[in-house]
């Protein structure tokens, strides 16, 4: 049996990062707990302070099948090249390597508009994919 697990980001702005996780993914916030219409109803329920409310923010696949992300707040900058990052996949599967890295060109556009930067192009053992950076700066491919 597998188990399940979440992936978690260090950040500096969680609800920033989560939105644009979510576009990169196609993922959704996740939706507050039982009881509560909105994450700040639970929030203000819970006496979390205003200056708390954006420590956390947690994403789903709306289909229920991948992981859960976890953006969390952290005092410290990022400061190296990251040791796990995501690779996007944006094409479907049986996609020619051509086809593959449109789909990945126009997924990287995309991106660059909601806060990513690209940091370069790779052409190695016949695949082909582009490595940006988030709003943070933290490392992902798209190919």
Sequence with gaps: MSAKFQISLDCSDPSRLATFWAEALGYKSEDPPKGYATWQDWLIASNIPRENWNDRAGLVDPQGIGPRILFQKVSEPK????????????????????????????????LVTSGATILYEMNEYGSHWITLADPEGNEFCIG
């Excluded at 796990?84 to 944006?90: A, E, I, K």
């Excluded at 996609?95 to 556009?109: G, L």
């Design 79 to 110: 400061t190296a090249k990251n040791r796990l990052h995501l690779d996007v996949r944006p094409s479907a599967a049986g996609a020619s390597p051509e086809e593959r890295f449109e789909k990945a060109k126009a997924k990287a556009a995309q």
